[in-house]
């Protein structure tokens, strides 16, 4: 079976494209388009950016991205860890030896706290002798010593770290009268596939990425967390986009 970066490199080869071109296609940066043809995916930021990356090549390419995948898992997704079964002891009932065994020694528990409290009491009653008050020393302190202030000492707090976004959010806005067909993948799973009317918005949230397929390019805007993007291409064809936290 051939590796997935000698389909992918094979496929590009045939059809003439160079690294180059197939950045500007794809949108994806050429050091990762570079790193899936030689099989480095540890150069990638993660699993889910990997098969994004793989399904955007390969669908350029004219290639079916899933059976490359699914190859992917196999060969470098690590298995989900295996748990043990842990058994627990159980402890059998207790019998009537034991029963008396434990009313036995409540008892006695309860004699000698009798004794204490009893005995304890006679001992409070009792006066305790008078001790003989002590005036308090004072303390001479030279004037050099008096005179100096007590320095004060001011902590500045640390500035709070930045935390990084939890999520970030893409809106689309179909402005062309013909519409547009979308397919919007959040984080690795498909959550839409449609076609929209002009005017129409939609609005998606992910955490790691989320892919974008627009059968007419020009004809949507994109909005990133609010901040204007423009068209996802500049002709009315089929485009492709990632969007990650911080691309």
């Known amino acids: 079976m051939d590796s997935i970066g000698e389909v992918i490199s094979e496929a590009r080869r045939n059809r003439g494209k160079t690294i180059k071109d197939m950045e500007r296609a794809t949108k994806i940066r050429s050091k990762y388009l570079e790193a899936i043809e030689n099989n480095k995916f540890d150069v990638l930021p993660g699993n889910v950016y990997a098969k994004g990356f793989i399904r955007s090549y390969a ?3 004219g290639l079916d991205p899933i059976p490359l995948i699914e190859q992917y898992k196999r060969e470098y997704e690590e298995p989900p860890p295996k748990y043990e079964a842990k ?3 159980i402890t059998p009932p207790p019998t009537r030896h034991s029963k008396r065994i434990a009313f ?7 004699f000698l706290l009798t004794i204490g409290f009893f005995g304890w009491s006679s001992l409070k009653r009792k006066p305790l002798p008078r001790r003989e008050k002590i005036p308090p020393t004072v303390e001479v302190k030279n004037k ?4 100096k202030p007590e320095e004060s000492k001011v902590t500045t707090p640390a500035p709070p770290s930045p935390q990084p976004p939890k999520e970030f959010a893409i809106k689309m806005r179909v402005t062309d009268e013909k519409g547009c067909w979308l397919r919007i993948v959040v984080d690795g799973v498909k959550v839409y596939e449609g076609t929209l009317k002009k005017d129409q918005v939609m609005e998606w949230k992910g955490k790691d990425s989320i892919f974008v397929r627009a059968g007419n390019a020009r004809g949507v805007e994109i909005e990133k967390n609010g901040v204007p993007i423009g068209p996802l291409g500049q002709h009315p064809g089929v485009a492709e986009r990632i969007f990650t936290v911080h691309q």
């Open 87 to 89: 058994t627990i002891p």
């Open 104 to 110: 036995a020694t409540t008892l006695v528990l309860v």
């Open 59 to 61: 669908t350029c390419l």
């Open 144 to 147: 050099e010593e008096t005179s």
